[in-house]
């Protein structure tokens, strides 16, 4: 997961940003099982993102303000790989109400 | 080489869309495209399909190009891209008797999980239509759902071509792939615009086009 974290660094937050990241976090279920919750949320919000701008356009605001969020999410979900369950629990929770555009 | 009628057909095109207004320009707030370029238009095709006289002009016109390129590709069937490139794909299919599909961004995931709707592909050429190219990828998507369903699939038309940037024609060319636009921004810049754009809009489109990966750089996008 920290490799996904600093492949997002690199990324300059265009639709395919999104769908690269829903295959790369689905894909990494495999090899880090204790993450799959988590990998599988973030996944489905990137999608939504992704299906939602696909046809429409995306302003540089927005997308700079997505890849923030989404850099944000999955960075609380790597400093808490080894924290206790009630607080991964917790950013789990918070990671599946979240989208990455301003509600 | 661009041929006269190509040319001839491009700014038609470039015509319609500014008729239609769907050439957005956002000299204050630049648009991400799909590859994270940065760009100061957004291109919307869509509009083309909800005026009845417009969407008959652009489909002539995309009907003219499918029978130059009959005479030298045996297509036997038009698949629509999801969305947009439905319509377009099925209004062609009308007017030349071939064969009509349309394949979804991604399978249905339930039921016979099918991507491809329409009937069987297998074994069919088929040509790709979509709206709008820009990087490709999505191209992509759909040509691998179309040949993971036994479509032979070597060419796609689309009205517009995004062709600022250097990716898509070596993406496609490298999955064997031939992209067909009917108008590229060379023909929305020597097209009658119909007073849609003003005189600055129409500098901030030249200063993008003149070195889009810099332009991009500049306003948040990619930079290489």
Not at chain 2, 75 to 88: N, R, S
Request: a negative charge; hydrophobic letters at 45%; glycine letters at 8%.
């Amino acid at each position: 997961m920290r490799e996904l974290l600093e492949w997002l660094k690199s990324q300059k937050g265009g639709v395919s940003t999104y769908w690269e990241f829903q295959l790369r976090a689905l894909k990494l279920r495999a090899t880090e099982p204790e993450q799959a919750a988590c990998l599988s949320l973030l996944a489905d919000i990137a999608g939504r993102f992704a299906d939602k701008y696909y046809e429409e356009p995306l302003p540089v605001d927005a997308a700079a303000g997505a890849l923030d969020r989404l850099g944000k999410l999955l960075g609380k979900a790597v400093e808490n790989i080894e924290a206790d369950a009630a607080t991964r629990l917790r950013v789990l929770n918070e990671i599946s109400v979240s989208e990455l555009e301003p509600g | 080489m661009t041929s006269i009628a190509a040319k001839e057909r491009g700014q038609k095109i470039a015509e319609i869309m500014f008729k239609a207004g769907a050439i957005h320009v956002s000299r204050q707030q630049p648009y991400i495209l799909a590859a994270g370029w940065a760009s100061p238009v957004y291109v919307d095709i869509r509009l083309l399909i909800g005026e009845p006289e417009l969407r008959q002009q652009a489909v002539a016109l995309a009907t003219d190009w499918m029978k130059e390129a009959l005479q030298t590709s045996a297509f036997d069937a038009l698949v629509g891209a999801e969305t947009a490139g439905i319509p377009f794909a099925a209004w062609i299919a009308e007017r030349t008797g071939l064969k009509f599909r349309y394949i979804r961004k991604r399978p249905l995931g339930i039921g016979r999980n099918a991507q491809v709707e329409g009937g069987a592909i297998d074994g069919l050429n088929a040509l790709l239509v979509d709206d709008l190219t820009t990087d490709g990828r999505s191209k992509l998507n759909f040509v691998r759902g179309l040949r993971a369903a036994g479509a032979h699939v070597e060419h796609i038309l689309t009205i517009f071509y995004h062709d600022a940037f250097p990716d898509a024609g070596v993406r496609l060319g490298q999955a064997g792939l031939t992209l067909h636009a009917l108008a590229t921004w060379s023909d929305v810049l020597a097209a009658q615009d119909d007073g849609q754009l003003s005189t600055q809009d129409r500098q901030e489109i030249e200063r993008f086009l003149s070195d889009p990966v810099a332009w991009s750089a500049r306003h948040g996008g990619r930079s290489a």
